[in-house]
């Protein structure tokens, strides 16, 4: 579905992301993992044309992304949940889940796209009309995300988010993001939990200063000495 050729980027005159390589075929859920500062971010953010790429090559279903501006990224079916929420605070929940359906095909499925999103998230129909910035850490990546699918995705990216959840809610956003692969949407999720998260993904990419130093399935991660080592504490 998506693919990654030789791709190089830098912030100005720092280079941040080196001859990267992988692809996300139709169906997966394909997690990249590692350090703070690897470089995980900075390829969501390239592959949604938020930041520019100095070298190599982005497609999508075989037309490219390189260089493509973020609203027609967006319109081509990829959507990049970032990290940290980015809510709107000062709107309600619905009005937030409304700001995601803002593209013509969206718009026309907007009141089917929110009853699924309030199917997968019953807590948000509950608090539908109250203030985001108001809601727990919990219940804003919820919003997030539901803001996300309805954009009706093709790929969606996720950026950390688990980040910051207790560990009951933790598990409840991963149980999620499968509930999300069901309904026939790809995701591409970065995430520092690793233990959990190669558990259940298709496969996984490992990056380390910038650099994809291993691939494979999630359980042949998981028993990788390296992974074991550096990630898992074993």
Not at 19 to 40: H, P, Q, T
Request: charged share 20%; glycine share 8%; proline share 3%.
């Amino acid at each position: 579905m998506i693919k990654l050729t030789n791709v190089n980027m830098s912030y100005g005159d720092l280079q941040v992301l080196w001859d990267i390589s992988f692809e996300v075929r139709e169906g997966e859920i394909v997690v990249l993992v590692g350090a703070n500062g690897a470089g995980k971010s900075s390829i969501l953010k390239t592959i949604s044309g938020l930041q520019q790429v100095s070298s190599g090559d982005i497609t999508f279903m075989g037309e490219s992304l390189t260089n493509v501006s973020p609203e027609k990224v967006i319109n081509k079916g990829v959507v990049h949940v970032p990290e940290a929420r980015r809510l709107f605070n000062e709107m309600t929940v619905e009005e937030n889940l409304i700001m995601g359906s803002l593209l013509p095909a969206a718009k026309k499925k907007r009141n089917e796209s929110i009853e699924m999103c309030y199917d997968l998230f019953p807590r948000l129909k509950e608090r539908r009309l109250q203030l985001a910035g108001t809601l727990s850490g919990g219940e804003q990546q919820m919003v997030a995300v539901s803001r996300g699918l309805m954009s009706l995705p093709k790929l969606l990216m996720l950026d950390e988010p688990s980040l910051g959840l207790a560990p009951v809610l933790v598990q409840d956003i991963f149980d999620i993001i499968k509930s999300v692969r069901k309904q026939g949407i790809t995701v591409l999720l970065v995430e520092q939990n690793v233990q959990s998260t190669l558990t259940f993904c298709d496969r996984a990419y490992v990056l380390e200063n910038g650099h994809i130093t291993l691939e494979g399935t999630g359980d042949e991660l998981l028993h990788n000495e390296h992974v074991r080592s550096a990630y898992l504490g074993i």
